[in-house]
């Protein structure tokens, strides 16, 4: 809030409360009753921001104690996983035709390919190139096409719980992040491996256990969505490149 404060001022801009008590108040004005009005409500909000923090490591610590999975449950239970697995292998079952069969989300799907190493080229590039089992093959990839460097946006939440939660990796690519504002909140968008991005999701499983605080499960759903959209989203890239 001190932040967008100064930046107001700077381009002789003017935030003024619109109802209430303190009506007609210009929170970017320089008087003292107006600075102490503002540094308080910057060190409310601050509490609250830290109390959000320790309620949602409150909640998984209880539900680990408790004995609950944390992390995102999958839809595909083991023996649907190993089906889903040896149709596109052996039989060359493309990624939404499978997620038609289980009656899941393609990103499911991909999830599950994944995780068996099944799934050689992102997103639906591989049905574009005639893979698995089709008439053309790709060229042999290269360590950059099966891990690429995305960018993605990380929540402001769950990058403050990544400082101290993931590996050196993880918090050597959020120090090189960039910082969005985004209303009262932010993101660190970040440039790294599609690996990277990964582990950084994984170090956060304990976020979405169902104890957790709703913010906290709210940021890692957004988080895990958009790491699932990155592959799909360079593969439609290219095929628009392709048509063009």
């Not at 102490?36 to 109390?51: I, K, N, P, S, T």
């Not at 990624?95 to 994944?114: G, Q």
Request: overall charge negative; some cysteine.
């Amino acid at each position: 809030m001190l932040d967008v404060r100064d930046i107001l001022r700077r381009r002789g801009l003017h935030l003024r409360i619109a109802s209430g008590a303190w009506s007609g108040m210009d929170l970017t004005s320089e008087d003292p009753m107006t600075k102490l009005f503002v540094a308080m409500l910057a060190g409310v909000l601050e509490f609250q921001r830290d109390m959000i923090s320790e309620n949602t490591k409150d909640g998984v610590a209880a539900a680990r104690n408790a004995g609950k999975v944390l992390g995102r449950p999958t839809r595909l239970n083991p023996d649907q996983a190993a089906a889903v697995v040896a149709a596109h292998q052996n039989e060359g079952a493309a990624v939404k035709a499978l997620a038609r069969e289980y009656d899941v989300d393609p990103k499911v799907i991909r999830r599950v390919l994944d995780s068996a190493g099944a799934r050689g080229v992102p997103g639906d590039l591989a049905d574009l190139l005639g893979e698995p089992g089709g008439e053309e093959k790709a060229e042999p990839e290269s360590p950059a096409a099966t891990d690429p460097v995305v960018s993605i946006d990380v929540p402001g939440l769950l990058a403050e719980h990544l400082q101290d939660a993931a590996d050196a990796v993880v918090r050597a690519a959020l120090r090189g992040g960039r910082t969005i504002r985004r209303d009262q909140g932010y993101s660190l968008r970040v440039a790294a491996p599609l690996s990277v991005h990964q582990a950084a999701l994984e170090a956060c499983s304990a976020l979405a256990a169902d104890g957790a605080a709703p913010a906290g499960r709210k940021a890692y759903r957004v988080y895990a969505d958009r790491i699932d959209d990155a592959p799909a989203a360079r593969g439609m890239t290219a095929g628009t490149a392709q048509s063009a």
